[in-house]
């Protein structure tokens, strides 16, 4: 740091001074357009990496398929049109219906974890965080091929059921709505419990001190103090989970079976197998409407109740 | 100042450092001699690559593909430079269509005489310009002895309840719809809406029975017992029966389909000298057999055929005898309007339910 | 008391859920069996013939270089975007930066997917390494801007700028000579999230990757697709310890950043 104290030499200042100045301006940062000329790299990564082509899938979906799987740029609504039709919606509401249902059952299973981390892990709690971290980090198709080896017809779980005579002839287990249900609580539950826990973090042990003090049980604390308190965290859980269940499909691919053909499925068949790129961006977009939709609903909801809170 | 120097410096040499690689990568790319070879997944010998590349110094990019469609899916996609591609004789119309592949030009493969006349100037390609034939086999049902003491002999037998959860079919139009057309007693080339209807319906009624479709991950469920029965390619059985001799092949009585797949040029190929001489090697005897012997499917190589294991040669599952070849059939070449509607049958099934 | 031992009971279980795949697939790269349902024996030749296996050691190499442009990508990117909004005046527009920030993680991943892959091929752009770190770089940017914005928010008490300022130098020098260094722990440890994250990507490499360029994940999605390979446990075990090495650096950062 000692160079920072010695006055600028004079030889350096001329040499620079004009590059300087200009970078110096755009640190300060007392000019708006010098914090926009900052922002702008990010900005236009951005815009060449997510909007353009979010913006194309868009522009995609009204063109027509034509033969041999080419598009044509010819207007139509037809492409939304079949997406809503009743074969295609099975999909979109089974595949929502997953979601929620992966949803909830992390909820269930995370906030009594998180709960538990945040009010009664003590000293332990930064290693059962980083505990917590790992799976959360490990490759999900290398988790999927490991719950392929416990849920086959041949696999351990099976075996060890049959082993402990609980079952005479191997259960179906894997490739059924089960198994995949259960692949999409295993990689989407971190995701849950990790802001369920940085909100129930953020109340002040002193509200659940004074609620005790004027005599509220452990129940009525919990439902009128932390629960309320917590409820940033319900919703940032549920949206992180929800959001990247929807477009699931390698769970469904690997884990799952004739009967659990979920949206990621089909989009990827749209756009890998059937060739059809319209439809599959228009599928694509309804599943981003809906999403988008879903997500600014839930954040009115959000707001509303935490007013109410 | 030391201290700034050396930070300075160090993050110039971590960002060249960093970056080197690929500018020399970048540098020598043009010079590398190489082929991207786009494959069916387990359709080669262990040592045809290596052994090419041995002799000759060019590297081979391979890479596979479980279905056709998604072959095609990628090269219609374009910007990938593959070079040399397989393709079964009835995708053959849908490569030539949108010029996806090239002729080869006449007179540079030496081997070529090695192919058996009767795989030369085909219905699929009259000329034989666009294509090289490198393997065939056949559709039908592969089974696992130790569960099926009764073996399958009708297609019908993926239907029965019995099996239910035990059975899978293969994921894509052209086994299943050409399968259902046949059970419906409609030609291949139907083109009427009900025969569709039919099928799609046929095949949905199927639709709790199946384990899952699946064009590759079959074979390692035939094996381990997961499966009893499976529509499948000759040659994958054949090669999941190495690991596990309870599996065995049958050709239904309602017959079924046989096929040619058939290496391809990819227009706009960067490598195509090195491409023609790859080709040239697969057709050599020896390593054709090779291949052959290592894939269980049968070749249309004649002088391969002279250095094949005698097992695989006498192998009916292999090299169908005339009883069963009368009852299997080439797909037919369809319109891509028509095969817009087989696309869209299986993706009804798929979607269904 | 009782309810805090329910409480505990009930988290070990739900550990030994997260667990369970990650002790099996330790468990199974030491059976002597191609086939992995069944324990016949201990080995460690899947371990022996991974470094053999010259197909996934270029694909090792492919992922780091992806990983190490996209971290290097997304940090610099992050640097000028977070300094911008948390150092800055407060400026017009400002809130849509910050939710445009926070697009890709609300995005799921097949969307910008299939998206990336149609524009790419409709501007006929080709699918080479440039695209896809470029894309991965996006990924990673809500995790290297959020990880330096938190920095500069805490560093913006601490006024050493204005000290440097006040004894001659200029701006520029004062972010150049004190904010950078005093930022960097924070720089490296989005960074190595963004490394993370592009490492481990499956989905968007899956869509966009050009021929020749098979990443860890694209390999071992093919092995999980083309039959079973009993190395795949081998791999994820090596995989999970990097992972484990990489998260336990970024952690032991963060905290001496925040006593330091």
């Known amino acids: 740091m000692r160079t920072i104290i010695a006055a600028p030499e004079d030889s350096a200042l001329k040499e620079t001074s004009s590059v300087e100045r200009a970078l110096s301006w755009l640190v300060r940062g007392k000019d708006p357009r010098a914090s926009h000329a900052m922002l702008i790299p990010?900005?236009?990564?951005?815009?060449?990496?997510?909007?353009?082509?979010?913006?194309?899938?868009?522009?995609?979906?009204?063109?027509?398929?034509?033969?041999?799987?080419?598009?044509?740029?010819?207007?139509?609504?037809?492409?939304?049109?079949?997406?809503?039709?009743?074969?295609?919606?099975?999909?979109?509401?089974?595949?929502?219906?997953?979601?929620?249902s992966t949803t909830g059952l992390c909820l269930i299973l995370g906030f009594p974890m998180a709960y538990f981390l945040s009010f009664y892990a003590g000293k332990r709690r930064e290693t059962l965080m980083i505990l917590l971290m790992i799976p959360f980090w490990t490759s999900c198709l290398v988790a999927i091929y490991s719950w392929i080896i416990i849920l086959g017809r041949a696999g351990l779980l099976n075996n060890t059921l049959l082993w402990l005579g609980v079952i005479k002839t191997p259960l179906l287990i894997l490739n059924t709505p089960f198994s995949v249900i259960l692949g999409l609580v295993y990689f989407y539950l971190p995701f849950m419990i990790l802001p369920l826990f940085s909100s129930l973090e953020k109340i002040p042990r002193t509200y659940i001190e004074a609620s005790y003090d004027l005599g509220a049980g452990t129940i009525e604390t919990f439902v009128?103090?932390?629960?309320?308190?917590?409820?940033?965290?319900?919703?940032?859980?549920?949206?992180?989970?929800?959001?990247?269940?929807?477009?699931?499909?390698?769970?469904?691919?690997?884990?799952?079976?004739?009967?659990?053909?979920?949206?990621?499925?089909?989009?990827?068949?749209?756009?890998?197998?059937?060739?059809?790129?319209?439809?599959?961006?228009?599928?694509?977009?309804?599943?981003?409407?809906?999403l988008i939709s879903g997500v600014y609903l839930y954040q009115r909801l959000e707001s509303q109740e935490l007013e109410r809170a | 100042m030391p201290k700034q120097v050396t930070r300075r410096e160090f993050l110039r040499l971590a960002v060249a450092g960093a970056a080197s690689p690929w500018l020399l990568a970048c540098a020598s790319g043009e010079k590398e001699r190489a082929v991207n070879f786009f494959n069916w997944s387990k359709y080669i010998g262990k040592d045809t690559l290596p052994g090419f590349t041995k002799a000759t110094g060019i590297k081979v990019n391979y890479e596979e593909f479980a279905d056709e469609q998604e072959m095609f899916a990628k090269l219609r996609s374009g910007a990938r430079g593959y070079d040399l591609i397989i393709g079964s004789d009835y995708m053959i119309p849908s490569l030539k269509g949108p010029n996806i592949i090239d002729p080869f030009p006449?007179?540079?493969?030496?081997?070529?005489?090695?192919?058996?006349?009767?795989?030369?100037?085909?219905?699929?390609?009259?000329?034989?310009?666009?294509?090289?034939?490198?393997?065939?086999?056949?559709?039908?049902?592969?089974?696992?002895?130790?569960?099926?003491?009764?073996?399958?002999?009708?297609?019908?037998?993926?239907?029965?309840?019995?099996?239910?959860?035990?059975?899978?079919?293969?994921?894509?139009?052209?086994?299943?719809?050409?399968?259902?057309?046949?059970?419906?007693?409609?030609?291949?080339?139907a083109t009427d809406e009900n025969a569709f209807k039919e099928v799609r319906e046929l095949l949905v009624k199927q639709k709790p029975l199946v384990k899952q479709y699946s064009s590759t991950q079959y074979m390692d469920s035939l094996v381990a017992g997961e499966l009893f029965m499976a529509m499948a390619w000759s040659g994958d059985v054949l090669q999941a029966a190495r690991e596990n001799p309870q599996l065995d092949y049958v050709i239904p009585k309602e017959g079924s389909y046989m096929w040619v797949d058939n290496l391809c040029l990819v227009r706009g190929?960067?490598?195509?000298?090195?491409?023609?001489?790859?080709?040239?090697?697969?057709?050599?005897?020896?390593?054709?057999?090779?291949?052959?012997n290592t894939v269980r499917y049968a070749t249309p190589n004649a002088e391969a055929k002279k250095s094949l294991d005698k097992s695989l040669l006498k192998d009916p599952r292999v090299f169908p005898p005339a009883e069963i070849t009368k009852r299997l059939n080439f797909h037919s070449l369809l319109e891509p309007d028509v095969q817009q509607i087989w696309t869209d049958t299986w993706e009804d099934v798929k979607a269904a339910g | 008391m009782t309810k805090n031992k329910g409480l505990a009971s009930f988290c070990c279980l739900i550990y030994a859920f997260l667990y369970l795949p990650l002790a099996?697939?330790?468990?199974?790269?030491?059976?002597?069996?191609r086939r992995n349902v069944v324990w016949k024996g201990f080995t460690f030749k899947w371990y022996g013939s991974l470094f053999h296996n010259a197909e996934l050691l270029s694909a090792l190499v492919t992922t780091l270089e992806l990983a190490i442009a996209a971290s290097l990508f997304?940090?610099?990117?992050?640097?000028?975007?977070?300094?911008?909004?948390?150092?800055?005046?407060?400026?017009?527009?400002r809130g849509v930066y910050a939710s445009l920030m926070s697009v890709p993680?609300?995005?799921?991943?097949?969307?910008?997917?299939?998206?990336?892959?149609?524009?790419?091929?409709?501007?006929?752009?080709?699918?080479?390494?440039?695209?896809?770190?470029?894309?991965h770089a996006m990924i990673a940017l809500p995790y290297t801007a959020s990880s330096i914005r938190a920095r500069l928010l805490s560093l913006k008490d601490s006024r050493l700028e204005d000290a440097a300022m006040d004894l001659g130098a200029t701006e520029w020098e004062a972010f150049y000579k004190v904010t950078l260094p005093l930022a960097g722990p924070a720089i490296f440890s989005g960074a190595l999230l963004a490394f993370t994250v592009s490492f481990e990507d499956f989905v968007t490499s899956f869509f966009i990757a050009g021929i020749g360029i098979v990443t860890m994940p694209i390999k071992i999605y093919s092995m999980m697709k083309f039959g079973v390979t009993p190395e795949i446990n081998a791999l994820a075990c090596c995989l999970l310890l990097l992972t484990v090495v990489l998260l336990a650096s970024q952690k032991l950062l963060v905290r001496k950043d925040a006593t330091s």
């Not at chain 2, 960067?270 to 057709?283: A, G, K, P």
């Not at chain 3, 997304?74 to 527009?93: D, E, N, Q």
């Not at chain 3, 910008?112 to 896809?132: D, E, K, Y």
Request: with cysteine; aromatic share 14%.
């Open chain 1, 42 to 100: 990010a900005t236009l990564w951005l815009l060449c990496f997510l909007l353009l082509p979010v913006a194309s899938l868009l522009a995609m979906s009204l063109a027509t398929r034509g033969p041999y799987s080419s598009v044509i740029w010819t207007f139509t609504w037809a492409n939304f049109a079949r997406a809503l039709d009743h074969k295609y919606l099975v999909i979109v509401l089974r595949t929502v219906g997953y979601a929620l």
């Open chain 1, 224 to 290: 009128k103090v932390t629960l309320p308190l917590a409820l940033p965290g319900v919703f940032a859980g549920c949206i992180l989970t929800f959001v990247p269940c929807i477009g699931d499909f390698l769970t469904a691919e690997f884990l799952g079976g004739p009967k659990t053909y979920l949206i990621g499925n089909l989009v990827q068949n749209q756009f890998l197998m059937a060739q059809d790129w319209p439809f599959g961006a228009a599928v694509t977009s309804v599943l981003l409407l809906s």
């Open chain 2, 106 to 189: 006449p007179g540079v493969l030496k081997n070529l005489a090695n192919i058996d006349a009767k795989f030369l100037n085909t219905p699929y390609d009259p000329d034989n310009a666009y294509t090289v034939p490198y393997l065939w086999g056949t559709t039908g049902i592969g089974y696992n002895k130790k569960h099926m003491p009764k073996p399958p002999t009708s297609w019908w037998d993926l239907w029965d309840e019995k099996y239910s959860g035990k059975v899978s079919m293969l994921d894509n139009a052209r086994d299943c719809v050409s399968t259902g057309l046949l059970l419906k007693g409609y030609p291949e080339t």
């Open chain 2, 269 to 292: 190929s960067q490598h195509r000298e090195d491409t023609l001489r790859l080709v040239d090697y697969l057709l050599e005897g020896p390593v054709g057999a090779e291949i052959a």
């Open chain 3, 24 to 33: 099996v697939m330790f468990v199974f790269s030491f059976n002597d069996a």
């Open chain 3, 74 to 93: 997304a940090s610099v990117l992050g640097l000028f975007a977070s300094y911008a909004m948390t150092r800055h005046a407060p400026f017009k527009g």
């Open chain 3, 105 to 135: 993680l609300m995005m799921p991943e097949v969307v910008m997917g299939v998206g990336l892959l149609s524009f790419f091929v409709r501007a006929h752009i080709p699918l080479n390494f440039w695209t896809l770190a470029g894309a």
